[in-house]
Structure formats: structure tokens, C-alpha cells
């Protein structure tokens, strides 16, 4: 269960992403058994773009949980300190780790405290840059900070 709950944006995410991938390929199939082939390799395609989403998104939820465990032997060894929480404040799934760690180590009411006087909300779901900049999603430095955390 930690697992999900260190990153239970991504993992619902990528749930939702591959049930409309399998429903778009049980649509495609069918259509191949009926012989419409055109319609059913059409259907493929964003069948598989969907997949690619869900693999995406059980990626970064392997990142985030990665991350927890590294903010959770920090806030074990050190307590709460706002200087080790900050890089994790611009992304939701990120606080997300963060804030499931906290709680583990008994200060998650601080931490809360701490976001919210950033200025975060439960509803601010994109990260930071790709509010600023929605190509962002594309920079080589924001997918190495997204899929390799910390410093391993």
C-alpha cells in the first residue's frame, strides 16, 4: 500500500489511461473480425498512445516511490526541515511523496503547514515549469528530474 500511496495521482493515472487503451483495442479487434481494416488499425493507434501514456505514468509512480523512501530515511535522520522539502514543492506527485513520508515520520501536519504556505493547493496538479511552459514536457532536464530522483 505504500506504494500507492506515495504516488496515487500517477497510479490512478495510468490505471484510467490503460483501461481506455484495452477498451480501444477490444474495439479495434472486433472491428478487425469484421473485416474493417482500416477502422481497426485506425483504432490501434491511439490505443497504443494510450498505453504509452499508462507506461509513463507507472514510470513516474516508480520515481515518486524512490523519492519517498529517500525523503523518508531524511526526515527519520533530520526531522522536519523545510530546506530538504523544498525541491519537492513544484510538483503535485512529488508533495504527494513527500507529504506520505511526513506522515511516516510523524510530522505531517508541518509539512502541510509548509506547503500550503507556498501557496499550494490540493488542486494544483501540473508541476511548476509546465505550468510556465507547456512544452517543458519535452525538455531533456525536466524528464531526467522527473524520472531519476535524487542522486543515485
Known amino acids: 500500500m ?3 500511496r506515495a504516488a496515487p495521482l500517477p497510479h490512478a493515472t495510468g490505471g484510467v489511461s490503460a483501461l481506455i487503451g484495452a477498451g480501444l483495442t477490444r474495439v479495434a479487434l472486433e472491428a478487425l473480425a469484421e473485416e474493417a481494416l482500416a477502422m481497426g488499425l485506425l483504432l490501434f493507434m491511439p490505443a ?11 514510470a513516474d509512480g516508480l520515481s515518486r516511490y524512490r523519492e519517498y523512501l529517500r525523503m523518508r530515511r531524511m526526515l527519520d ?5 523545510p530546506r530538504l522539502l523544498r525541491p519537492l514543492a513544484s510538483s503535485r506527485c512529488q508533495r504527494d ?3 506520505q513520508a511526513a506522515r511516516e515520520a510523524g510530522c505531517a501536519d508541518r509539512t502541510r503547514a509548509y506547503y500550503r504556505k507556498l501557496g499550494y493547493r490540493w488542486y494544483h496538479l501540473l508541476p511548476d515549469r509546465v505550468v510556465a511552459n507547456p512544452l517543458a514536457f519535452l525538455d531533456m532536464r525536466f524528464l531526467r528530474a522527473t524520472f531519476l530522483p535524487g542522486k543515485r
Open 2 to 4: 505504500r506504494y500507492l
Open 48 to 58: 497504443s498512445g494510450w498505453f504509452g501514456l499508462a507506461l509513463l505514468c507507472g
Open 77 to 81: 535522520r533530520w526531522g522536519f526541515t
Open 97 to 99: 511523496a513527500a507529504m
